[in-house]
């Protein structure tokens, strides 16, 4: 049953954007606010000032609603760290290491913590915000168990188990496809696309990233974008989508790492565009509902006794 | 025996750079000019006139002397197409198709064509002035057969039987290094490295290419640059060489495809860095000298009953 009263402010706040949701204690948005205002790199007192003036006015309305915050703003850079938790981890372990904002104008702020994580070889991985929304993919699709993945400028894959983030990895595919595209000769014949030609290239793409064999093949598989185009065998608008497809595809392979299920969090944009590629490469994508941050939150907030 | 007579003009006209060399017909360099002019995109009668402002001396000094250009200044954007020569291809093949400028004041002024190749899977590639290289190599090395590798901005891994390149492939590896490093979060961390903080990161870059897996985990050992620099376990000075190093080592993997031996033709800094990347992974690259571009040309000259 849905309530329609307030029982928290849910922010995301990253590096390039804040995000507030007047929420239910069922999840439900109630209000939203927006601002193109990073985390990062403001100055002592700003963090506090910004968001009176983003939802000073839910604050007078309904005083005392607890506010809660994940990404960025957690960081080192934030407003106040709140230290990464290493994986495994569960809602017990993140709450428990969330922080709070000490004097502050506001109700109480707590900023959720980051995780990280090794890979095999040792080397240390990261997340900050995608722990809030895997927690609230948990809940929301009943899943406990499984591969989550958040795509994205860095794409994470976290694999649970129990309910528990037991390890992740993050692929940089958003960024890569972006300085590719942007500050290499590949883009220099890309048009833009129509849906067709869109998908077109996106489905070739995908199927280039399958045949792939040698990590270093990718550094030669992106060539093609350049190649297919000076020999008229791909059109200029479905170079991009090409790109594209070839790099989701080499993430999806190397992340799901033959599984063939997985749990994916995201826009509704995103999501279809995974969706895509997971039908091509045999990788089967449940979508989450879309306030899976705002689910998560709550969850940790009832973890802490705080809601 | 080297002569000191000029029997030549041999030119590298790239994108970037005009490199021209009075040469004798050994191939020993008596006087050089080079200037940052690219050859495409000049308007129709520019080349001309800027040829003569770099090499009119030569040109009346010693009158009659073949001017042989390889580069993109073959290309459809260049000064005169020759059109690419689709592999296996040695001499004869691209002696044949070198073009030659039409209507100049300068002596006879011929451009030599690029390759093209196709991959397994049918997709395309192409080298411009690289084929050149190439050959001068195989004369100077005396080798006929193996792996021939130009590192730089779109590395070349050509693979040559009985004198003639059988096919080749390109890697993206400098041109994606520079826009990880310039264009992503990468960079941010990254300080200028000393000798021993190169070497230290290129050697952990490459350690990690050797233990990538799979294609699509090359997106996620690249945002290592950035975690080991986050948790102070890679000095920021080593973090541009481990990026170096991990993009270095998985097209060298894959370049290579299991073979132990190559030849490497480049500047002594790039070849430097490859023979000791190969040394860490186990591919023995062997130089080649400085001046194979002037040597191939030569070659081809003489194929062409021009020298």
């Known amino acids: ?8 402010v849910s922010v995301d706040w990253g590096t390039s954007a804040f ?21 990062v790199g403001l100055a002592s007192g700003a963090h506090e000032a910004f968001v009176e003036t983003q939802i000073g006015d839910w604050m007078r309305r309904f005083p005392g609603l607890p506010i809660v915050m ?21 809602a017990a372990e993140i709450a428990a290491a969330m922080a709070t904002v000490p004097a502050t104008r506001l109700a109480r702020v707590v900023v959720v913590p980051g995780l990280s994580a ?47 983030i037991v390890d992740f990895a993050t692929f940089m595919t958003g960024e890569v496809f972006a300085a590719l595209k942007d500050h290499t000769l590949l883009g220099r014949l890309m048009a833009p696309a129509t849906d067709a030609s869109a998908a077109d290239g996106f489905a070739r793409g995908l199927a280039a990233s399958a045949a792939l064999e040698r990590p270093g093949d990718l550094l030669h598989a992106v060539f093609m974008t350049r190649t297919l185009g000076l020999f008229d065998e791909a059109p200029a608008n479905a170079l991009a989508d090409y790109l594209s497809g070839l790099l989701i595809g080499a993430e999806i392979l190397a992340g799901a790492q033959g599984a063939r299920e997985a749990v994916v969090v995201g826009s509704p944009a995103l999501t279809a565009r995974y969706r895509a590629a997971g039908e091509a490469l045999g990788v089967a994508f449940a979508p989450a509902p879309n306030n899976c941050a705002t689910l998560g939150q709550i969850a940790l907030l009832r973890q802490a006794g705080e809601l």
Chains 1, 2 share one sequence.
């Open 70 to 90: 994940s990404g960025m703003v957690g960081s080192r850079q934030g407003w106040v760290e709140a230290p990464y938790v290493r994986c495994p981890a569960g």
């Open 118 to 164: 090794r890979d095999a070889r040792g080397a240390p991985d990261v997340m900050r915000g995608e722990e809030t929304q895997i927690l609230g993919a948990l809940g929301a699709t009943g899943h406990a168990d499984g591969l989550f993945v958040l795509p994205g400028t860095h794409s994470k894959w976290a694999r649970v188990e129990a309910g528990r």
């Open 1 to 8: 049953m849905s309530s329609s009263s307030p029982a928290l």
């Open 19 to 39: 995000r507030a949701r007047l929420a239910a204690a069922d999840g439900a948005i109630l209000e939203a606010v927006e601002a193109e205002v990073g985390a």
